[in-house]
């Protein structure tokens, strides 16, 4: 099994459903690159984790990933400072 490095981003959540909390420009940790069929797990820089539901569909453009999952769609912006 491959390790996963963890990556520092910026999330936003959009287009959520009621029964989700819009997320803006919130910082923090991912466990490596999201994949199809698992949850992405962020550790926030204010304390807070989240574990989303699976992946559905991951697209990527330089240092920008949309992520969509079963409840949600996420832009992750990778925090390369």
Known sequence: ???QQPLRVVLSRDGS???HEVLRDAHGVILGNPHV???VQVYFD???Y???SKVKRVAQ??????VETANSTYRL?????
């Open 46 to 48: 204010n304390g807070r």
């Open 50 to 52: 989240l574990v989303t």
């Open 37 to 39: 069929g698992e949850p």
């Open 61 to 66: 453009t330089g240092d920008e990933m949309i």
């Open 77 to 81: 912006h990778l925090d390369n400072n």
């Open 1 to 3: 099994m491959q390790q």
């Open 17 to 19: 459903d009621a029964n």
